[in-house]
């Protein structure tokens, strides 16, 4: 059963006052014409927005091509989806019969676009402080970890690095399942390391998405990393 909007509203500190808008920013394209996708649009471009401002007074020394990977690495589906989960918004969505049937709330893809239409709610509704103020809690512990020179690199590629530095077999990415649709779809992949007795795994968009979350689990495993 899903839940109201307002009680998803009040759980966030009520970041947007016009209740049809923060419904429609629930509401997924699968239930008709009216549905979230342009607030998403909207949100997509407001939270790019504000997590470059934040990076460009928190790393003054940082080159341009250091900023676009480290804002890449906050406002990527995965995070958003992450914080989609902690905010429980599955529980909140408005899904055609199809989606709801398929596991759509699940869905990394759908939970991502999700909190970006809400952001363009909130800037519609409040203004661009509000959506930076709420942006910024809300993706706080994912900035705040946030490392100039581990960043450079992906998850994969510091797997690899780490397990050269210590003349281990390299990781072995498996691919699990694919699931939804085709314009829509999760895969599951594993990712099995000499060192470690049990495999990891991880989950994305797309094949490559699943294997570098594989492959940072597998680094928080081993303590090369905290997770984010």
């Known amino acids: 059963m899903i839940k109201p909007a307002a009680e998803l509203a ?29 607030l998403e649009f909207l949100g997509d471009a407001i939270l790019s927005f504000v997590i470059a401002d934040d990076l460009y007074k928190r790393f003054p020394e940082a080159r341009e091509g250091q900023m676009s990977r480290l804002r890449s690495r906050v406002v990527k589906g995965e995070t958003l989806a992450k914080i989609a989960r902690d905010m429980q918004l599955g529980d909140y969505l408005k899904l055609g019969s199809g989606e709801l049937k398929s596991g759509g709330y699940r869905r990394d893809s759908i939970l991502a676009d999700s909190v970006e239409a809400i952001i ?40 690899q690095e780490f397990l050269q530095s210590r003349r281990a077999e390299l990781p072995c990415y498996e691919l699990i399942s694919v699931e939804g649709d085709p314009h829509d779809q999760t895969f599951h992949i594993r990712c099995r390391i000499a060192l470690l007795e049990q495999a990891t795994e991880g989950h994305g968009s797309s094949r490559r998405q699943a294997e570098q979350e594989a492959a940072r689990k597998a680094l928080q495993t081993l303590g090369q990393e905290t997770g984010a």
């Not at 009040?10 to 342009?38: I, M, Q, V, W, Y």
């Not at 809690?137 to 960043?151: C, M, T």
């Open 10 to 38: 009040r759980k966030l500190g009520n970041p947007c006052t016009d209740t049809e808008l923060f419904e429609l920013a629930l509401t997924h394209r699968s239930c008709g014409k009216r549905n979230n996708e342009r």
């Open 120 to 159: 363009g709610a909130v800037y519609l509704d409040q203004g661009i402080e509000a959506a930076r103020v709420f942006i910024l809690h809300w993706f706080a512990g994912h900035v705040e970890q946030l490392d100039l020179n581990i960043s450079l690199k992906d998850a994969k590629t510091r797997l």
